[in-house]
């Protein structure tokens, strides 16, 4: 019997500083997240990070917490739900960090009698922070707790016409009727060295701003090109114009090396400083609002805008449980479950 493990990021239980504080020690100790040495990881997450960040994270959750819970939670089991009543299979949902947990949701099916898997890493784009993190460590689980599951995996869909379609809508429908000058596609960042790690061909990644356009099987794994490519096609399906839309990156930890640019804070910044008053912003790395997009973006970018001279920040909703977004989920599944692979 087959069933569906849709995988989220995962949040804090609560805004209490302790349950941020283990939250983040498990977010953080992840070896593709931070990528260094484990004594040093260790050293950095244990003895410096978690002595400071999980007072002030507790401190942004609370602005953006929900009476049911975590937004993020909160939405992706609003997903759920819905995929859950229009489909053939189970569905069950986990966090590669955080509650649900993967193994939670693994057990859920099993129960159900599924015996085969398709695991759906809720990121459009691939990453190592994101989607190979969750597919190495539900390999993992699978081998220890349930050798007899057989596991398939949503590809990142990035580029798939169904998703672009949705998230262009998702943008059209926000902005219409509003006087915004630009858009700008904000999406997580992360080092640059996990692109060049990332990069199966070991030559083709330069960070020179040409790669990312150039054919190559480098882009099947590497993050920036699908950053680049997904807001290219959005454009192209808008008919935005050149000049009116634009790529940068969020969230950074400069201790952790040099991220990818433009950086989202400095653009925001620099736009307001030239005179733009209203600005858009989407968060294509996002499927589901969570902190990074309610509170980073939807507060800290919009205050920092209207305090440099901008008027108006328009933040664009993720795509969350939208109908047309469950549908084209749902479509997926239904193929998998029926013709035995994702088109």
Request: aromatic letters at 12%.
């Amino acid at each position: 019997m087959k069933g569906v493990l849709l995988v989220n990021l995962g949040s804090p239980d609560s805004t209490k500083t302790e349950d941020v504080r283990s939250y983040l020690e498990e977010f953080l100790m992840d070896g593709r997240v931070i990528d260094l040495p484990k004594w040093f990881r260790t050293f950095l997450v244990k003895v410096i990070i978690l002595n400071t960040r999980p007072k002030k994270s507790a401190k942004a959750y609370r602005k953006i917490w929900w009476k049911e819970g975590s937004p993020l939670i909160v939405l992706s089991k609003r997903l759920q739900e819905k995929i859950k009543k229009k489909v053939s299979v189970p569905v069950s949902l986990a966090m590669r960090y955080g509650n649900p947990s993967i193994y939670f949701g693994l057990e859920e099916l099993k129960k159900q009698g599924v015996d085969e898997v398709l695991l759906v890493p809720l990121y459009p784009q691939f990453a190592m922070a994101t989607t190979e993190t969750i597919l190495v460590l539900a390999e993992e689980i699978r081998k220890k707790y349930f050798p007899d599951l057989e596991f398939t995996f949503l590809p990142p869909f990035y580029n798939h016409p169904d998703y672009i379609r949705v998230l262009s809508n998702s943008i059209q429908e926000t902005l219409k009727d509003k006087n915004w000058e630009h858009i700008l596609f904000s999406y997580h960042g992360v080092p640059n060295r996990h692109i060049r790690k990332s990069d199966i061909t070991k030559s083709h990644c330069k960070m020179d701003g040409k790669c990312c356009f150039e054919d190559s099987p480098a882009h099947t794994y590497c993050y920036r090109h699908q950053c680049e490519k997904t807001t290219q096609n959005v454009a192209e399906y808008l008919e935005l114009k050149e000049g009116t839309y634009s790529t940068s990156f969020q969230s950074r930890v400069s201790i952790l090396g040099t991220w990818l640019k433009p950086y989202t804070d400095k653009t925001v910044e620099a736009f307001a400083k030239r005179g733009t008053k209203e600005l858009a912003i989407a968060t294509p790395a996002f499927v589901s609002d969570c902190l990074e997009t309610l509170e980073e973006i939807g507060m800290e970018a919009a205050e920092d805008f209207q305090n440099n001279g901008g008027e108006k920040l328009h933040v664009i909703p993720c795509i969350n449980d939208r109908n047309d977004w469950v549908n084209v989920m749902c479509r997926w599944i239904e193929e998998w479950t029926f013709k035995e692979a994702v088109k």
